[in-house]
């Protein structure tokens, strides 16, 4: 069976974490469950009362000279304990000099929120349109 390892805060999610969340999916969806008892973040939950929630923001920056740092924030239906949650951004219109290496970092998750900023690069100008996609997994 497939091992998802934990991304560190502000990581990108990249080709290797989602290739393994999905052999990790389709590993449980091929095999029998055994187990009716899941863990995250350390507490223990029947299998049957997590709860997956996904979404997707655009966010425009029109000067990013100005303001090399954006906010934003996801909420969501209470969880029981805190997710754990991952985000990853798309970049759909750009016309950013400096480098499109832009990062996601989240800077804070609870029961019903997540705050983020989205970071460019020192010398990034321009303005830009993006993603930004949310996956949380929890007790419900």
Known sequence: MATIITPTRGQPI???LISSLVEAVSDLQN???TSTQS????????TTSLKFYAETKSITINNITTSPEEKFFFTY?????TPVAI????NTTSTVSGGNAATVVLTSVT???VDGIIKF????TGSVTMQI??????IA
């Open 39 to 46: 863990r995250v973040n350390g507490a223990a939950a029947n």
């Open 87 to 90: 985000a990853g951004l798309t």
């Open 77 to 81: 239906p209470n969880f029981t304990t």
């Open 133 to 138: 996609n949310l996956i949380a997994l929890g």
């Open 14 to 16: 990249d080709v290797t």
């Open 31 to 33: 095999s029998q469950i």
């Open 121 to 124: 690069p020192s010398g990034s």
């Open 111 to 113: 029961k019903d929120r």
